[in-house]
């Protein structure tokens, strides 16, 4: 099938993809004193008086907002607003199918800092969550830095946590297929953008000790100019005896490659300088940093990309439904390091130890029983980490 004609096609048939519809039928006078003037003044009262009230009597408790300025859609670009409408609306798809999660988009006309965090905050009291979508790094890391600190609701990066938790969780099971201990293996991360610096963090927080970082212009090091100021944060954990380099000199004697950047960036003969059996997650999009026929030509053992025709596709739809189902479960306040890890390792949990090989190291996207199992595994530890409100 030709996916961009046909999509194109079914856009101009089903103009837009998702609607509102309501609850409830209005079908009488009385019906309509219930669901509006004068019976509403009620609820709106008691709302007043205490404003937790409105996960009670309005939807809040079950929506969450997706936020985007259209800066970085899919591997498009800056394409705007307007043009990032269909992605967003095909997320609240994704929210609702896999999740039974309300979700609404927003496209904001605005790449300001400011402008943006001011904006959702300003409109965070109809959502029980934030879900910030392709926006541009650095900016990015900003917005959610900000809003975290002024939002009493959950503000999430998808494609910076959700992004680390799938990765972390295929990783987890990598390694247990290749026999390699997250204390002992050396870790090289390609793309310093949003995901790879969440993802880093995220290994980091995991246990994770050795990690090398690498943009198009090679290894970060403490002499790297042009840096941003995100990336200068992840010095301080990365890259410790400072190595310098390309990319091909950070994959030698390396047993993990993940690749956040663009296509075409290891070749077979940098996979036989890593370590036997090396594990790859080519994760650019739609065409991966490495084929998988190339990896494995080159000794790699476990390889994953974002593709639904190789095995072991890094996808984010395995995290960010269920996550939300069970942040909205718990009215967590915010999605902390031990939710994202909780998530992460119920994932790698999955995949039973005698279905576990080198193609099968993640549940796959319709997987059923994967929603439910992070919302569960998010939920708990929301209450042990303090971030549940009921």
């Not at 936020?67 to 800066?71: A, L, Q």
């Given at each position: ?13 089903w103009?837009?993809?998702i609607?509102?519809?309501?609850d409830?039928?209005?079908r009488?006078?009385e ?19 205490d404003?937790?009230?409105?996960y ?10 997706v ?5 970085a ?10 043009a990032g409408?269909?992605?967003?609306e095909g997320?609240?798809?994704l929210?609702q ?16 800092v ?11 009291g ?5 879900n ?10 900003e ?26 969780a ?24 949003s ?12 246990g ?7 943009d198009?212009?090679?290894?970060l090091n ?6 941003n ?10 890259n410790?005896?400072n ?17 956040f ?18 594990i ?14 190339e990896?494995?030509?080159g ?8 593709r639904?025709?190789?095995p072991?596709?890094i996808?984010?739809?395995l995290?960010?439904p269920?996550?939300f ?14 939710m ?13 130890e005698?279905?576990?090989?080198e193609?099968?190291?993640?549940p796959k ?7 439910g ?6 939920a ?11």
């Open positions: 099938m030709d996916y961009a004609k046909e999509s194109l096609k079914k856009h101009y048939e103009k837009g993809k609607r509102v519809v309501t409830i039928p209005v009488s006078a019906d309509l004193s219930l669901a509006y003037t004068p019976g509403v003044a009620k609820p709106c009262l008691e709302i007043q008086k404003a937790e009230k409105s009670e009597l309005t939807r809040r408790w079950n929506l969450c907002a936020v985007t300025d259209g800066s859609v899919l591997g498009l670009g800056d394409i705007g607003p307007e409408m269909p992605v967003m997320k609240c798809v929210f199918t896999f999740g039974g999660v309300d979700a609404f988009p927003i496209c904001l006309k605005t790449q300001d400011d402008e943006i965090v001011n904006t959702v905050y300003l409109m965070s109809s959502f029980g969550g934030v910030l979508e392709d926006i541009a790094a650095p900016r990015c890391f917005i959610e830095r900000k809003l975290k600190e002024i939002c009493d609701i959950p503000i999430f990066h998808d494609d910076q946590h959700g992004t680390a938790i799938v990765v972390l295929g990783l987890i099971n990598a390694m247990k297929v290749c026999g390699k201990q997250k204390e002992k293996v050396k870790v090289v991360v390609n793309g310093a953008g995901a790879g610096i969440a993802v880093s963090k995220l290994l980091l927080s995991y994770f000790q050795n990690l090398i970082l690498c198009r212009h090679g290894i403490s002499e790297y100019e042009g840096m100021w995100a990336q200068k944060e992840m010095l301080r954990d990365v410790r005896e190595s310098r380099g390309m990319l091909a000199d950070a994959l030698v004697g390396a047993d993990i490659f993940l690749g950047s663009k296509p075409g960036m290891v070749t077979t003969e940098m996979v036989k300088t890593m370590n036997r059996d090396a790859l997650f080519a994760c650019a999009n739609p065409t991966p940093e490495i084929f998988p026929e990896a494995a030509a000794g790699a053992r476990v390889i994953s990309t974002g639904s025709d190789f072991n596709q996808n984010n739809v995290v960010f269920g996550l189902r069970g942040v909205f479960d718990v009215r967590a306040k915010e999605i902390n390091e031990e994202k890890l909780a998530a992460a390792m119920a994932i790698a949990d999955l995949i039973p005698e279905k576990r090989d193609n099968h190291i993640i996207a319709f997987d059923p029983a994967v929603s199992a992070v919302a569960k595994a998010v708990e530890a929301a209450r042990r980490s303090g971030a549940a409100r009921i």
